[in-house]
């Protein structure tokens, strides 16, 4: 838990600072560029302390630049929608991604979904309608629709991930989402970077290792505990977001930001629960 909620922190950090660098005139292509770049030696340094290099041997190459491809518009999703909206309405509906996860579970994995799991559903996108509150004139329709896609496509990540973990590591599938991704954003970064003042620099790197981080502790908390237990813990972004937003002089997040948040956060929290308890029954079984 204590592994999730690092990791909560500087994905949390990672996202106001790619908030910053936009703008201060970086490309969203430019951040994702260096975001994986920057992260590479912490990965490589991860590797090496736990399964060795030999454990990066990919045995479904295919299905590593599919993850890759999903990953990388998922993450530019996610940093677009922080630079579109305010940061706490833009985790408010990335809270969403489990809502998404069951929805594509029982449409594509053909998982038995039942009543339960589907009131929770709805609670969830209850959730989104009251983040739009009437006086919310300043949060662009774009921005929303950017966020409900980046949920959306962390969501098929998951899927994804969930594949590629019957047969690889999760050193081999992190290496191989950050190596794969940097020869297409590094010839975008030439198309469309340049150069920086010192302090922009230092967002970049603080962006990057902050990522290679997340990852890290995010894998780590999985080995520890089941996701039932850590999933609670990514919760804990609203509050860090809200306070990282003040720094940047955001303002705090009015009421219908928390009461839509917690709506959402309720609804994930109960999926998880559901699925812990059909994992349960499957072992029993």
Known sequence: MALRLG????????????????????????????RQLLALPVVLSWIAMTGGFGSIRARRIGAHATRMVVGVAGMALNFLSYILLPPAEAVTIGFTMPIFGTILSAAILK??????????????????????????????PLGVAVAIAAAFMTACVSLILRELGRTENAGNIVFWFTA?????????????????????????LFI??????????????????????????????????????????????????????????????????????????????
């Open 7 to 34: 990791a909560a922190v500087c994905v949390s950090a990672m996202f106001i600072a790619g908030r910053v660098a936009s703008t201060r005139g970086v490309h969203i292509v430019e951040t994702l560029f260096y």
């Open 180 to 204: 794969l991704s940097l020869p297409p954003l590094g010839l975008g970064a030439v198309l469309y970077g340049g150069g920086h003042d010192p302090l922009t620099w230092a967002l970049l």
């Open 208 to 285: 990057g290792l902050s990522g290679g981080a997340a990852q890290m502790l995010l894998t780590g908390a999985l080995r520890w505990a089941p996701v039932s237990v850590v999933l609670p813990m990514d919760y804990s972004s609203i509050l860090w977001i809200a306070l990282l937003g003040l720094l940047i002089g955001q303002g705090w997040p009015p009421a219908t930001t928390w009461i839509g948040a917690s709506l959402i956060m309720v609804s994930g929290l109960y999926i998880a629960w559901r699925e812990h308890l059909h994992a349960r029954r499957q072992r029993s079984a």
């Open 111 to 140: 998982e038995k979904t039942g009543l339960h799991r589907w009131s929770a559903v709805l609670v969830g996108f209850l959730g989104v309608l009251v983040t739009q509150r009437p006086d919310a004139g300043e949060l662009l």
